[in-house]
């Protein structure tokens, strides 16, 4: 089979819980399938040698980051959907979607990369419910730090997001 894994991050070096989480998943179907990994982060990271796969990187500068984190926003989608985006990352997928079986998406954040075209399995691998993060953040800070509020906007955006992605793939884990 034919998998494509999309993340918001590089998996690569496996460190942190997210990505130690992502990488392990990538090496095992990369056992057993043919396994192509789209992201984009600040730099691209080398692909782990042990793992068998083409990698396609997307960058994302500051300014873009802020446009779309900004248009999120104001659009009542969660922030980081637009923190993570990328324009052309979206129209590779598009692109290129039908040449998999299987379309993976790591956390939420990156169901904004879901093709419009697919017709194979999408699965979303949602292991960190955010929302449920944001809102402990949230809860923890101080009533004065301005923060706070932020949280619990995102929080709220969040919870809503992660709910109604949910419906849209063949499985959720």
């Given at each position: 089979k034919k998998i494509l894994i999309i993340t918001t991050r590089s998996p690569f070096p496996p460190y942190g819980g997210d990505k130690i989480r992502i990488f392990e998943i990538i090496k095992y179907l990369s056992k057993y399938n043919s396994v192509d990994i789209f992201f984009c982060d600040y730099n691209y990271v080398k692909t782990d040698k042990k793992i068998k796969n083409k990698s396609f990187f997307f960058k994302l500068n500051l300014f873009e980051r802020i446009i779309n984190t900004f248009y999120s926003l104001i659009t009542f989608k969660p922030m980081q959907t637009g923190y993570f985006f990328s324009g052309k990352m979206k129209r590779k997928i598009e692109k290129d979607c039908n040449k998999y079986d299987?379309?993976?998406?790591?956390?939420?954040?990156?169901?904004?990369?879901?093709?419009?075209?697919?017709?194979g399995k999408v699965i979303l691998e949602m292991t960190d419910v955010v929302s449920q993060n944001y809102n402990m953040t949230y809860?923890?800070?101080?009533?004065?730090?301005?923060?706070?509020?932020?949280?619990?906007?995102?929080?709220?955006?969040?919870?809503?997001?992660?709910?109604?992605?949910?419906?849209?793939?063949?499985?959720?884990?």
């Open positions: 299987t379309i993976i998406f790591h956390l939420t954040r990156s169901c904004n990369y879901m093709p419009n075209n697919f017709s809860n923890s800070i101080n009533f004065f730090n301005p923060i706070k509020y932020l949280y619990k906007i995102e929080s709220s955006l969040l919870k809503k997001y992660e709910i109604k992605m949910i419906k849209k793939f063949n499985h959720t884990v």
